[in-house]
T-cell receptor
Framework: AQSVTQPDIHITVSEGASLELRCNYSYGATPYLFWYVQSPGQGLQLLLKYFSGDTLVQGIKGFEAEFKRSQSSFNLRKPSVHWSDAAEYFCAVGGGYQKVTFGTGTKLQVIP | DAGVTQSPTHLIKTRGQQVTLRCSPISGHKSVSWYQQVLGQGPQFIFQYYEKEERGRGNFPDRFSARQFPNYSSELNVNALLLGDSALYLC????????????FGPGTRLTVT
């Protein structure tokens, strides 16, 4: 069965600092991988996705993620965090003709 | 272009009642998926509909049902509500059957008392 683990429930970073959110997945084949962001009371917005090809994926809002097959990881990064990035971030695996499974999310707090 | 819309925004129901949630996909999108997001958790897949047929179902009881209409809008029905059904219900639309890129609506917040 496919699964996603986001080991960090809550992360606090200073504005302007770099960010890395961790994601580990379990999937029986080559995975489709996604990162979504959810602001309070809102739906999910797709930040980026990986299907194949270059393992470093660029997304919206200055985010990027790197697929590492050997580590079953798809960590999200941003070089300099802005206060508006405070939100909850979800990693997901699946898609294509398979259901999408989400992790439990990482809440990001940004302090001045 | 309008995004995915869902109605109502909020809903309060009593245990044992039935509820219907509605979703309109992005124009031109033929697939609608439903997710349940319990507070503090990630979304969990309930159903996918494509061209008015069920194409996928998550691990939810038969109290949950859905349908898709000829205009590709969709309804999610939940019967015999339980307290544990309290959640944010998200609808997502995608262009085709493959879930390569989903666009989510703002959700319906259901509270069961």
């Amino acid at each position: 069965a496919q699964s996603v683990t986001q080991p960090d429930i809550h992360i606090t970073v200073s504005e302007g600092a770099s960010l890395e959110l961790r994601c580990n997945y379990s999937y029986g084949a080559t995975p489709y991988l996604f990162w979504y962001v959810q602001s309070p009371g809102q739906g999910l917005q797709l930040l980026l996705k990986y299907f194949s090809g270059d393992t470093l994926v660029q997304g919206i809002k200055g985010f990027e993620a790197e697929f590492k097959r050997s580590q079953s990881s798809f960590n999200l990064r941003k070089p300099s965090v802005h206060w508006s990035d405070a939100a909850e971030y979800f990693c997901a695996v699946g898609g294509g003709y398979q259901k999408v499974t989400f992790g439990t999310g990482t809440k990001l707090q940004v302090i001045p | 272009d309008a995004g995915v819309t869902q109605s109502p925004t909020h809903l309060i129901k009593t245990r044992g009642q039935q509820v219907t949630l509605r979703c309109s996909p992005i124009s031109g999108h033929k697939s609608v998926s439903w997710y349940q997001q319990v507070l503090g958790q990630g979304p969990q897949f309930i159903f996918q509909y494509y061209e008015k047929e069920e194409r996928g179902r998550g691990n939810f009881p038969d109290r949950f049902s859905a349908r898709q209409f000829p205009n590709y809008s969709s309804e999610l029905n939940v019967n015999a509500l339980l307290l544990g059904d309290s959640a944010l219900y998200l609808c997502a639309s995608s262009l085709e059957q493959g879930l390569y890129e989903q666009y989510f609506g703002p959700g319906t917040r259901l509270t069961v008392t």
